[in-house]
């Protein structure tokens, strides 16, 4: 038993090491971002363009969901007019990012470890690293710029999106006018919100990319091993975003 817990202290030692070592190995690439743009914008389109779809249903049913919850905890107690001075806030500060950084996590963050964890099992890391081409720069470091970049967009949008979806759920359902909503939003909106849910999605998305590089990189096990690096890097990112939302929250926000 107490092996088995010593060994379990080894690798989690050993794998934050490697990871490290991935971070390092890829911050040094950061300065070839112009000449290696094509990588990046390719990446860009999957990780931003191809996610707005799923983004816009998340962020409209989170903001009408939002809703619903204020619209039945608040009923009988304070006017339902301020819908629009509270859900909008909370959506921007903390629903927003931490959200769509969770679906993101799953699309983005699993997508990427199964793509590497692929190509490590199947030699095709080996092969690049035998042509002189080093994994990092052609592999890591492309998807960490292009996500790190995306998701604050991503999350931006989002945040509207549901701001949308709780606007017309309190007109439609609640009995709320636009203008009172809209008057409200207006009151409470600080300019500070958007950027501290700018940097937090600016962390979650270096987070769930260096994840999903360094999970994918360390896959072994062939097709068995590809699948428990996608479920290993979801989990991981997931617990990140939410250790990494309270850690911010006292810098930016507390």
Not at 12 to 25: H, P, S
Not at 59 to 64: E, K, M, P, Q
Not at 79 to 93: C, E, V
Not at 185 to 205: C, H, M, S
Request: with cysteine; glycine share 8%; net charge positive.
């Amino acid at each position: 038993m107490i092996k088995l817990i010593l060994k379990k202290i080894f690798t989690f030692f050993k794998d934050i090491e490697n990871y490290f070592r991935l971070l390092t190995g890829t911050v040094v690439y950061f300065p070839r971002v112009f000449k290696d743009r094509k990588l990046i914008l390719d990446q860009m389109v999957h990780i931003g363009v191809n996610s707005l779809a799923l983004v816009s249903i998340i962020g409209l049913f989170t903001g009408a969901v939002s809703a619903w919850q204020v619209a039945y905890q608040m009923r009988g107690l304070v006017p339902l007019s301020i819908m629009g001075s509270a859900t909008p806030k909370a959506i921007i500060i903390e629903l927003g990012p931490v959200l769509a950084a969770i679906v993101l996590a799953g699309r983005v963050g699993a997508s990427i470890s199964a793509e590497l964890g692929t190509m490590k099992v199947t030699e095709q890391i080996d092969a690049l690293e035998a042509m002189a081409i080093n994994p990092y720069r052609y592999l890591a470091m492309p998807r960490i710029v292009a996500t790190t970049i995306m998701l604050p967009v991503l999350v931006i949008y989002a945040s509207a999106v549901a701001i949308l979806g709780c606007y017309l759920v309190s007109v439609m359902f609640l009995d709320i006018s636009g203008g009172a909503f809209i008057n409200g939003f207006r009151k409470t909106f600080q300019i500070k919100d958007v950027n501290a849910a700018f940097v937090k999605a600016l962390f979650f998305g270096f987070a769930i990319s260096s994840i999903g590089c360094f999970v994918g990189f360390d896959t072994s096990g062939g097709a068995e091993g590809v699948g428990n690096s996608t479920i290993k890097s979801f989990v991981i990112c997931a617990a990140m975003i939410l250790i990494l939302d309270a850690v911010l929250w006292n810098f930016l926000i507390g």
